[in-house]
């Protein structure tokens, strides 16, 4: 990508703001972009047979790493059905690959069980992930709603095992870092 400075900056500083400038302009266009992929995951889930009220947008969740670490962190899309967290879905406009440990660590922290499935999409292309199995597959397939219900009928929901957790904590924590932290001047 080009970054292209209507002038040549006179200090430290003023490189520094329009440095700030630019990348607010970029994560303001990245959401307008997800929201919009957003909204086309909603409608094919609705097409699919989910009501609205099994869908639930940008819910938060506060993860304790230790005493003095915690952080908050979201996923775009939640589908809860009869009170469980069955599917987690990222959207992204760019690379959906990146984001597949991200989903891992997340279904695997955030609730007291681990969420079965993940979902990412840039609305082109998918990526389906077995959260329990560790099956990831290339598909813009996605189940319908009596599908998963049939799919989790028999499933078990378990935790995560208990000393590998703290390590998918501070992943999740490290990815939370990256895509949260502003620059700095050092």
């Not at 430290?12 to 440095?19: D, G, N, P, V, Y």
């Not at 607010?24 to 957003?38: D, F, H, V």
């Not at 955030?110 to 992930?129: C, M, N, W």
């Amino acid at each position: 990508m080009e970054i292209r400075l209507s002038k040549i900056p006179n200090s430290q500083e003023e490189r520094r703001k329009l440095i700030e400038e630019i990348i607010k302009r970029e994560q303001e266009l990245s959401a307008k972009t997800i929201g919009y992929i957003q909204r086309l995951m909603i409608e094919k889930l609705i097409d699919l047979g989910y009501k609205l009220s099994d869908i639930y947008f940008n819910k938060e969740y506060e993860v304790i790493v230790s005493e003095r670490e915690r952080f908050v962190t979201s996923v775009d899309i939640l589908l809860v059905i009869d009170g469980k967290v069955l599917f987690a879905i990222k959207c992204t406009p760019a690379s959906i690959e990146s984001w597949e440990r991200f989903m891992f660590a997340f279904c695997r922290v955030v609730e007291p069980y681990q969420i079965p499935f993940a979902f990412i999409t840039d609305s082109k292309e998918g990526i389906l992930i077995d959260i329990l199995s560790g099956e990831v597959k290339q598909t813009m397939e996605f189940p319908s709603k009596d599908e998963l219900l049939r799919k989790i009928s028999y499933m078990e929901f378990i935790p995560y095992d208990k000393e590998r957790l703290q390590k998918e904590k501070r992943i999740l924590y490290a990815f939370d870092a990256i895509k949260c932290c502003p620059i700095s001047d050092s």
